[in-house]
């Protein structure tokens, strides 16, 4: 910088020094341009006071020469001559006297004389125009002297004191024939009327010049015309010949020529001096200096102010140049020190914000440079760190030794970069605070290589330090748990060898650690490399993925353990955790045979159910057929009432087994509500009027009450039907008289629209306290020996278990002696309403109880069955309305529909041996004219499924043993319509 300011300031000398120098030249040609224009233009003004001297001298001689030409004229004339010579001897002459004054007067008029007149040879007045005869004496003696000339004369300027006035006269002398003067005419001139202004005046406008005629008199010169600048100074002003330095001195000394002095007024003059030809003046023709030079100054003045405007324009130039390109430089100078500065900034910024402290120093260790962080840390600022040495600044000790580590600075220079200087630093701050701190050095190099400083970094590991105690703690700890621990532990290495084996390893290993470590782990285990535990462990190794597996040992002593294993990648190799779960393995697979078992047992108990069903529907198929016949056909009272008792006993038998297939079919899991658009005010409707015939028979009123017309919703027809008969049936059971009130509403609860059934009775009420139990299997309010109610306890339990499974609740209210109240609901699909109403035209309308006859025209029907018994309650059911041909079996169907057109078949599955129903069914379904024939499962296989799989078969509709007629006769009038 200073450099640059020296080049700068010397730049600017050498830039004024060229200046002052071209300065000097356009002043040198300013003044050589000014004097060669003074000089010429000198030589000019003296031209032309020259021509103006010549002009005058010209003129004035002219007139002189005019002037004797009129005397001339005048005194020669023939006539002159010979009036003057006459007028001279006889002078009383009148009338010569007044020619010759006629003469004389013509004369002056003609050539504007001051005045004519004639004199003597000595002087006298002899004849004059204005008649006055007084003439000066000077004037005489003049007259006298210049006729004795014998020729024309000039008398000089004289003052004439008779006059008082100037005069100049002409004296022409008059000759006789002999030549002598006898007389001679003055001429006498005013020299103001032209003498005086033909000097004085000045061809060209001038404030200064004038003309003056002097003459010398004595020591003196004399003024003879009027000054220009002094008035009254003809023939009376006059100078000392000593006065050299006046021009007229000079003409009268005899200088011709120019002269430079001073005139009368002590102005510098020029002047030209000349004496007057045929007189005794000298003429001086001057002007002012001042007056000349004037015209000189303003050229000089030009001249000067061009060379100024010119020096100062180069100046400006100059300047404009200097300053412009020092504005340039200064630019540059400016957007280079910006960039220095940006980037120092920048460097400055990016140190702050690196999160090091950085310190840099020169080669003897001085500090050149801390950031904000190295600050903070040292404690000591910037300014007042800047200069000192490093290890003033940095003073560090080793954590373990406690020595003090100098030197950092000659360390660096010495080995290039190092890094964590000294272990386990410390950094002692200004205020002798200590902090932990990592910190690397590094040489700084310049351009061609050397070093010239270096920079050290370093940061606080307090934080760092402390963590890594802890871990260390930690580490230790970790290491206390995984030896202590349970589960077994091993790390084996990248190389396969054991690195690591807690105790709880060396139980499962049933070795010793020592045996193991450092060894390889096949070697350890020989044949292992052929397990699915080394595939995994070598695949966690590899791919570096965690793997887990649990597997059987067999140990070399022929045992067996059980592990669960994961093996973990980490760092060092795998680590392999087990967990010994032998007797937990044998625990599960005890349990799993007691599944296994439990299942078989299940199985046997669905095939014991399913065989159990069967076989008591077939007989009650029977019983409950033929004593139904009794009862409707027998006219025998008492056979009757036995048929009754029979026909009923058999009923409620089947209500038995029904109730217990079904409860053990829902405990199976197996039951799943169906989804289907139902209309509860129908269902509840259909299985109040099924009761009704009963409660008519106690003498109790049933009714139905609903605040609305239609409720559909999605839900599983059976299962309701099931529990509102259930609840109606039991309310019937328990009350001897009075009602039962059987209510429908829906209503919003919580935003879900819910269906709500109550069955209301006036019966025997329930206890409070029987209130849970009577939902169990199996209870009763009252039950052993004293139970005064038939049934099974199953009913509220199924109730209770269908409610759940259509998501509803149930639950009882009621009073001993006043009547219990039963309130079930269940969620309607509200958004699927609309739906459901849309369709709701579709839906089956439930048939009619009421007992069909069968057509008129007997329809042929095939029954296909092997139990004598069926055979005959369907004959003895169906032969007033139908033509019924058996078959026995199955193959004997498939034949008899082959030869005969039935319209009907009813069709038992379970047909002994050989082919069974449904393989009939589809044998019979493969001929052409049975494609639609509807073929009905009339079968004693009553379980859960078994009505879609007949369905699925190919069989048109089904209907179980045992069945009453009117379901018989519904069955068939839904297949066979009225013709
Ligand atoms: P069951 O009716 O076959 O005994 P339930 O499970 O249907 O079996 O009923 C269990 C018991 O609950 C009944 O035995 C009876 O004691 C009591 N119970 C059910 N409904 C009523 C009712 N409407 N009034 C009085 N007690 C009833």
């Given at each position: 910088m200073r450099l640059k300011l020296n080049i700068d300031i010397s730049k600017k000398k050498h830039t004024i020094i060229l200046i002052i120098c071209i300065s000097i030249l356009f002043a040198v040609f300013g003044f050589l341009f000014y004097n060669y224009v003074e000089t010429h233009f000198r030589e000019e003004k003296q031209h032309e006071l020259k021509a103006i001297a010549d002009l005058k001298i010209n003129q004035i001689a002219q007139w002189h020469n005019d002037k004797i030409g009129n005397a001339d004229v005048l005194a020669n004339s023939p006539f002159s001559k010979k009036a003057v010579q006459e007028l001279v001897i006889n002078s009383n002459n009148l009338s010569l006297k007044e020619s010759l004054k006629e003469r004389m007067l013509l004369c002056k008029e003609s050539y504007?004389?001051?005045?004519?007149?004639?004199?003597?040879?000595?002087?006298?007045?002899l004849l004059n125009i204005a008649n006055y005869h007084n003439l000066d004496i000077t004037a005489i003696d003049k007259y006298s002297m210049y006729i004795a000339k014998k020729k024309i004369s000039f008398t000089d300027f004289y003052y004439c004191p008779t006059h008082k006035k100037i005069h100049y006269d002409i004296v022409s002398p008059v000759f006789n024939e002999t030549g002598i003067p006898v007389a001679a005419f003055i001429m006498r001139i005013d020299p103001k009327d032209y003498l005086y202004p033909l000097i004085e005046t000045w061809p060209t406008p001038s404030l200064t010049s004038e003309t003056m005629i002097v003459r010398k008199e004595n020591d003196s010169v004399l003024y003879l015309n009027e000054t220009r600048f002094l008035k009254n100074t003809a023939l009376i002003y006059r100078n000392s010949l000593n006065r050299k330095d006046l021009p007229s001195v000079q003409a009268v000394l005899g200088y011709k020529g120019?002269?430079?002095?001073?005139?009368?007024?002590?102005?510098?003059?020029?002047?030209?001096?000349?004496?007057?030809?045929?007189?005794?003046?000298?003429?001086?023709?001057?002007?002012?200096?001042?007056?000349?030079?004037?015209?000189?100054?303003?050229?000089?003045?030009?001249?000067?102010?061009?060379?100024?405007?010119?020096?100062?324009?180069?100046?400006?130039?100059?300047?404009?140049?200097?300053?412009?390109?020092?504005?340039?430089?200064?630019?540059?100078?400016?957007?280079k020190e910006?960039?220095?500065?940006?980037?120092?900034?920048?460097?400055?910024?990016?140190?702050?914000?690196?999160?090091?402290?950085?310190?840099?120093?020169?080669?003897?260790?001085?500090?050149?440079?801390?950031?904000?962080?190295?600050?903070?840390l040292t404690g000591w600022s910037y300014r007042d760190a800047r200069g000192r040495k490093l290890d003033e600044i940095y003073p560090i000790r080793n954590e373990e030794t406690g020595n003090k580590e100098n030197n950092v600075v000659q360390k660096v220079m010495k080995h290039g970069i190092i890094k964590e200087l000294a272990n386990h630093t410390i950094l002692i701050c200004k205020n002798g605070k200590e902090i932990p701190v990592m910190d690397t050095g590094a040489p700084i190099f310049n351009a061609d290589?050397?070093?010239?400083?270096?920079?050290?970094?370093?940061?606080?590991?307090?934080?760092?330090?402390?963590?890594?105690?802890?871990?260390?703690?930690?580490?230790?700890?970790?290491?206390?748990?995984?030896?202590?621990?349970?589960?077994?532990?091993?790390?084996?290495?990248?190389?396969?060898?054991?690195?690591y084996l807690n105790d709880t390893a060396d139980i499962h290993n049933k070795r010793p650690k020592e045996e193991l470590l450092g060894n390889k782990y096949m070697d350890m285990w020989p044949g292992i490399e052929q397990t699915e535990v080394f595939v995994k462990i070598k695949k966690s190794m590899e791919e570096r993925i965690p793997q887990k597996m649990v597997n059987e040992f067999i140990y070399p002593d022929g045992s067996i353990g059980w592990f669960e294993l994961s093996f973990q990648p980490v760092p060092e190799g795998i680590f392999i955790l087990s967990n010994d779960i032998t007797e937990q393995r044998r625990a599960v697979d005890e349990i799993v045979k007691a599944k296994e078992k439990a299942e078989e047992m299940?199985?046997?108990?669905?095939?014991?159910?399913?065989?159990?069903?069967?076989?008591?529907?077939?007989?009650?198929?029977?019983?409950?057929g033929f004593s139904e016949i009794l009862q409707l056909e027998e006219?025998?009272?008492?056979?009757?009432?036995?048929?009754?008792?029979?026909?009923?006993?058999?009923?409620?038998?089947m209500n038995t087994l029904n109730s217990i297939l079904n409860l053990s079919h829902i405990e199976s899991g197996e039951v799943k509500p169906e989804s289907q658009i139902v209309n509860i005010i129908d269902v509840v409707y259909n299985s109040v009027e099924l009761i009704r015939n009963e409660a008519d028979k106690k003498g109790l009123k049933l009714y139905?009450?609903?605040?609305?017309?239609?409720?559909?919703?999605?839900?599983?027809?059976?299962?309701?039907?099931?529990?509102?008969?259930?609840?109606?049936?039991?309310?019937?059971?328990?009350?001897?008289?009075?009602?039962?009130?059987?209510?429908?509403?829906?209503?919003?609860?919580?935003?879900l629209e819910w269906a709500i059934i109550e069955v209301t009775d006036t019966g025997i009420g329930i206890e409070e306290s029987d209130y849970g139990r009577i939902f169990d299997e199996f209870r009763q309010v009252s039950e052993g020996l004293s139970r005064s109610f038939e049934g099974t306890g199953l009913g509220l339990t199924i109730c209770k278990k269908y409610v759940n499974l259509l998501k509803g609740s149930i639950s009882v209210k009621s009073k001993i002696n006043e009547g219990s109240v039963f309130t079930f609901k269940i969620?309607?699909?509200?958004?699927?309403?609309?739906?459901?109403?849309?369709?709701?035209?579709?839906?089956?309308?439930?048939?009619?109880?009421?007992?069909?006859?069968?057509?008129?025209?007997?329809?042929?029907?095939?029954?296909?069955?092997?139990?004598?018994?069926?055979?005959?309650?369907?004959?003895?059911?169906?032969?007033?309305?139908?033509?019924?041909?058996?078959a026995t079996n199955a193959e004997q169907a498939v034949k008899k529909a082959k030869g005969n057109n039935y319209l009907m078949i009813l069709m038992d599955i379970n047909l002994g041996k050989g082919s069974n129903g449904i393989d009939a069914t589809r044998e019979i379904r493969k001929l052409a004219n049975y494609k639609d024939t509807p073929i009905i499962a009339v079968t004693a296989f009553a379980m859960h499924g078994d009505r879609d799989e007949f369905l699925e078969s190919g069989c048109t509709d089904y209907l179980s043993k045992p069945f009453e007629k009117n379901e018989l006769f519904n069955i068939i009038n839904k297949y066979i319509k009225n013709e």
């Open positions: 504007n004389y001051e005045d004519i007149f004639l004199v003597s040879t000595n002087g006298k007045m120019i002269f430079e002095g001073v005139d009368y007024r002590n102005n510098k003059v020029l002047a030209d001096i000349r004496p007057v030809p045929g007189t005794p003046w000298f003429m001086v023709t001057k002007v002012d200096q001042s007056e000349i030079y004037s015209e000189l100054y303003i050229i000089a003045g030009v001249i000067g102010g061009f060379i100024v405007i010119l020096i100062l324009l180069t100046s400006a130039g100059f300047f404009y140049f200097y300053s412009s390109r020092n504005k340039n430089i200064y630019l540059d100078l400016y957007n910006k960039e220095l500065w940006q980037s120092q900034e920048k460097f400055k910024v990016t140190l702050d914000s690196i999160g090091d402290a950085v310190i840099t120093t020169n080669t003897n260790g001085n500090i050149e440079y801390m950031n904000t962080m190295a600050e903070n290589g050397s070093i010239i400083g270096i920079v050290l970094a370093f940061q606080d590991e307090t934080e760092k330090r402390s963590q890594q105690r802890l871990l260390k703690e930690s580490e230790k700890r970790y290491r206390t748990t995984l030896d202590n621990m349970l589960e077994g532990g091993q790390i084996i290495g990248h190389d396969w060898r054991y690195l299940n199985r046997l108990k669905s095939s014991f159910l399913a065989n159990m069903s069967h076989e008591l529907r077939t007989p009650m198929n029977g019983i409950l006219k025998l009272d008492i056979v009757r009432d036995i048929a009754n008792v029979i026909n009923k006993s058999g009923k409620r038998l139905l009450e609903s605040n609305v017309d239609s409720l559909y919703t999605l839900s599983d027809e059976r299962m309701l039907s099931e529990i509102i008969s259930n609840l109606i049936n039991n309310a019937v059971k328990f009350t001897q008289e009075g009602s039962i009130k059987v209510n429908i509403s829906n209503e919003n609860i919580d935003s969620p309607l699909e509200v958004e699927k309403i609309s739906d459901i109403i849309n369709k709701s035209e579709d839906l089956e309308k439930p048939f009619s109880e009421e007992i069909h006859t069968l057509h008129q025209n007997k329809p042929f029907l095939l029954y296909v069955e092997d139990d004598p018994t069926s055979i005959q309650l369907i004959d003895m059911f169906l032969r007033d309305n139908c033509t019924i041909d058996v």
